[in-house]
């Protein structure tokens, strides 16, 4: 039984972890906060665009050839996944990572290695593709500290720029959907080719200048960017979901075993003491006799 030095020592051991955890809760909770309010102020926009192409597609009655919604041969493609740059926040990173292995993969296997463009993002993602010895195209920080509505339109037209070229002909996402703080959903999403849904029975009669091609062509663009932002913006959140749930059932862990350690040191400090008595009572009946 380890003696009342090493308990004490353990006790302040797990105290100072358990402030250590808790104020990185609260951290992650306030970020959950903010970056749950930047999504839920967005996601009415993306809608709303989404919602204008679909009906405008939906009141023509011939079709628009929309070059960023072409389905060709598939030769080469783009994988773009999302993990943190830090540890400490559950099995959101090791989740992320056991879907892009896949899906790399099944892309591999099916196209050749040679014919993946990889970009991934977070210094998680990045390690473990170097450690695999998987060719990375781009590597890039964590969206932790970087996530703007401008870096995603960045990333968004060089992909919009690369299908049009025919440099790759699919575009797909691999990254956490944040479901609510404590469930985030490893998802592998197409964003190019774009899928255009025309609304049904749609009624609007639309009045577009120069014309309706010039439209769509622009508008899609816009609807494509909003998409990428939207998806950084969930994995952002979810980031911080993971964590602060990771956190706060480390709190909890640290001090359930403060518990325990403080019972373990009142029993040992318990059994000091009666040792002490005995050996007391021992002494003077000793002298006694």
Same mark, same amino acid.
Do not use: W
């Given at each position: 039984?380890?003696?009342?030095?090493?308990?004490?020592?353990?006790?302040?051991?797990?105290?100072?972890?358990?402030?250590?955890?808790?104020?990185?809760?609260?951290?992650?909770?306030?970020?959950?906060?903010?970056?749950?309010?930047?999504?839920?102020?967005?996601?009415?926009?993306?809608?709303?665009?989404?919602?204008?192409?679909?009906?405008?597609?939906?009141?023509?009655?011939?079709?628009?050839?929309?070059?960023?919604?072409?389905?060709?041969?598939?030769?080469?493609?783009?994988?773009?996944?999302?993990?943190?740059?830090?540890?400490?926040?559950?099995?959101?990173?090791?989740?992320?990572?056991? +879907? =892009?292995? !896949?899906?790399?993969? /099944? @892309? $591999?296997?099916?196209? %050749?290695?040679?014919?993946?463009?990889?970009? +991934? =993002?977070? !210094?998680?993602?990045? /390690? @473990? $593709?170097?450690?695999? %010895?998987?060719?990375?195209?781009?590597?890039?920080?964590?969206?932790?500290?970087?996530?703007?509505?401008?870096?995603?339109?960045?990333?968004?037209?060089?992909?919009?720029?690369?299908?049009?070229?025919?440099?790759?002909?699919?575009?797909?996402?691999?990254?956490?959907?944040?479901?609510?703080?404590?469930?985030?959903?490893?998802?592998?999403?197409?964003?190019?080719?774009?899928?255009?849904?025309?609304?049904?029975?749609?009624?609007?009669?639309?009045?577009?200048?120069?014309?309706?091609?010039?439209?769509?062509?622009?508008?899609?663009?816009?609807?494509?960017?909003?998409?990428?932002?939207?998806?950084?913006?969930?994995?952002?959140?979810?980031?911080?979901?993971?964590?602060?749930?990771?956190?706060?059932?480390?709190?909890?862990?640290?001090?359930?075993?403060?518990?325990?350690?403080?019972?373990?040191?009142?029993?040992?400090?318990?059994?000091?003491?009666?040792?002490?008595?005995?050996?007391?009572?021992?002494?003077?009946?000793?002298?006694?006799?």
């Amino acid at each position: 039984m380890p003696n009342l030095k090493e308990i004490r020592a353990r006790i302040n051991s797990v105290a100072s972890t358990e402030k250590i955890t808790s104020a990185m809760k609260m951290v992650s909770a306030a970020k959950l906060k903010k970056s749950e309010g930047m999504t839920l102020s967005f996601l009415p926009y993306r809608n709303k665009l989404s919602e204008a192409l679909a009906n405008y597609l939906g009141s023509l009655e011939e079709e628009v050839t929309i070059p960023l919604a072409e389905v060709r041969e598939l030769q080469h493609v783009t994988l773009i996944a999302f993990s943190s740059s830090n540890g400490l926040c559950g099995v959101y990173n090791s989740n992320i990572i056991k +879907l =892009f292995k !896949k899906t790399y993969d /099944e @892309y $591999a296997k099916q196209l %050749g290695a040679d014919h993946i463009e990889v970009i +991934l =993002f977070g !210094k998680k993602i990045n /390690e @473990y $593709a170097e450690k695999c %010895g998987i060719c990375v195209d781009q590597k890039h920080e964590s969206l932790s500290e970087h996530l703007s509505f401008d870096k995603a339109t960045e990333l968004s037209d060089r992909m919009v720029q690369r299908f049009l070229d025919h440099q790759t002909d699919r575009v797909v996402l691999i990254y956490n959907h944040h479901k609510n703080a404590g469930v985030q959903v490893p998802t592998c999403e197409t964003v190019l080719p774009l899928e255009t849904n025309a609304a049904e029975g749609a009624t609007f009669d639309y009045l577009v200048e120069p014309s309706k091609e010039d439209f769509i062509n622009a508008l899609v663009p816009k609807v494509i960017r909003t998409k990428f932002y939207s998806i950084m913006l969930d994995t952002f959140t979810a980031e911080h979901g993971a964590r602060m749930t990771a956190m706060h059932i480390a709190s909890d862990n640290a001090a359930s075993l403060l518990q325990e350690l403080r019972q373990q040191y009142n029993k040992a400090r318990q059994n000091v003491i009666t040792t002490e008595l005995i050996d007391i009572v021992g002494g003077a009946e000793a002298l006694n006799k």
